[in-house]
């Protein structure tokens, strides 16, 4: 299972996306400040996701 997700920024009102397997796996990646991206805008919360089959529908 794969997962397309948008997450937002609480500090600045940002928002990412990108797709990933463990979807609660990389959203703690982004608040540990592990994605170089989105470190400086943390805390981030999931805005929005969708689950597909394989990676290429993600």
Do not use: C
Request: charged letters at 20%.
């Amino acid at each position: 299972m794969y997962f397309t997700y948008i997450i937002k920024s609480l500090k600045t009102n940002k928002f990412y996306f990108g797709h990933t397997q463990n979807l609660f796996e990389r959203l703690n990646n982004h608040n540990r400040g592990k994605v170089r991206f989105t470190k400086p805008f943390r805390p981030w919360v999931i805005h929005y996701f969708e689950s597909f089959q394989t990676r290429s529908d993600a």
